[in-house]
């Protein structure tokens, strides 16, 4: 039998909600959550569903980031179908306590908005030009993932 360091090592596996597609892999998940971080540092992010929801209908544009392993499914169902009428492109993560992390928040959190500008106030000029060129890069890709699927 193995040690229980061993035990520690390997990870359980995460039950993931059955819509939870287009599910970020590794690269692109690694990606999105340093995107996440970076956003959560500027002042460009929206946390939870309620949030998520308000910015979307009153037109914020962004990258809409879901966790896939939300328990009851219900509280997420809706926010795929209005972020395709608002043509804001959304990716599932597999955590949602990884996306709570990557947010700077201990509680963990269903979903994220990412955006470019900032709630409020001002962000510098590089900081603003990292997080733009980083936010593109991941929106392709999610595109590209997207596209596949479909």
């Excluded at 956003?39 to 308000?54: D, F, H, Q």
């Excluded at 804001?88 to 509680?107: D, F, M, N």
């Excluded at 590089?126 to 991941?138: G, I």
Aim: aromatic share 2%; hydrophobic share 35%; net charge positive.
């Amino acid at each position: 039998m193995g040690s229980d360091t061993e035990t520690e090592k390997k990870k359980t596996p995460v039950a993931l909600a059955p819509i939870a597609k287009p599910l970020a892999g590794k690269k692109l998940s690694k990606k999105t959550l340093k995107l996440v971080r970076r956003a959560s540092e500027a002042k460009c992010l929206k946390r939870g569903v309620k949030e998520v929801v308000k910015s979307i209908r009153r037109g914020s544009k962004g990258l809409c980031v879901i966790a896939g392993n939300i328990s009851p499914i219900d509280v997420i169902t809706h926010l795929p179908i209005l972020c395709e009428e608002a043509n804001v492109p959304y990716i599932y993560v597999t955590s949602k306590e990884e996306l709570a992390t990557a947010g700077t928040t201990k509680r963990p959190t269903c979903c994220v908005l990412v955006m470019t500008k900032p709630a409020k106030g001002e962000i510098t000029e590089e900081v603003k030009e990292k997080l733009e060129s980083e936010y593109k890069q991941v929106v392709t890709e999610v595109a590209e993932v997207t596209s596949s699927m479909f």
